[in-house]
């Protein structure tokens, strides 16, 4: 598969098993090392997979379920890394929020594929949009 | 030199041009394509070269010198590309505040070395902070 499909898909999962609250799902796209990072809009940085993983079962725990709508995603491949910039659009009660959002995937062997070692959020205030 | 420290002497090159509002300095760092992104605190994402350098151009008019103390660093080499992921902590007038940081750097020949490809920094609210 073209490597810039297979990390736009890579991508793609990481949304896909955040909306499905599917923790089984996120464990498999995420590097399981030491070396992974991921910062939640306004959270400290978590580092390493044990604080990520366990940020995204609080996460997933919570009230409000979210849906994304991405849009300018943009992947880069160089080599055996690649990275995703995008704006992940959250519809909630209170109106939209955009997330301006960095993701790192690294290639890995099969069956794994791309698997994520990088994800940071920022909201993105208002005044300070294009 | 070794790779993880070649990576980390570009970074702090990226805070001493930000310190000494160098643009020049910023220029040589970043590489000039259509592909960098740039996403300031709060600020939507900023797409190629152009944009990214306008942005500097206008931080480093701003009333305000920034001073960094970067504590948290760490770097990352896979292949030709580096991520590092660092807490900037701003010291200002009303107090201090943290700002959760991802760079991405790729190698270049020299004599450029390497050259940042991403920044991403978003302030840690204090009540999310670890």
């Known amino acids: 598969m073209d490597a810039t499909i297979a ?3 890579a991508n793609q999962r990481y949304y896909d098993a955040f909306e499905a609250r599917d923790l089984d799902a996120m464990s498999d796209l995420w590097e399981h090392s030491p070396r992974v990072v991921c910062t939640h809009p306004g ?8 604080p990520v993983a366990a940020s995204y079962f609080t996460l997933f725990q919570g009230a409000q379920q979210l849906q994304f709508v991405l849009t300018e995603a943009r992947s880069v491949v160089a080599g055996d890394t690649a990275w995703v910039s995008l704006d992940e659009n959250l519809l909630g009660d209170q109106g939209g929020v955009t997330v301006a ?3 790192i995937f690294v290639r890995d ?3 794994n594929g791309w698997q994520m070692v990088c994800h940071h959020g920022s909201v993105v205030h208002p005044a300070l949009a294009e």
């Open 101 to 103: 959002t960095l993701n």
């Open 7 to 9: 990390v736009a898909a």
């Open 43 to 50: 959270w400290a940085t978590l580092r390493g997979w044990g």
């Open 109 to 111: 062997d099969e069956p």
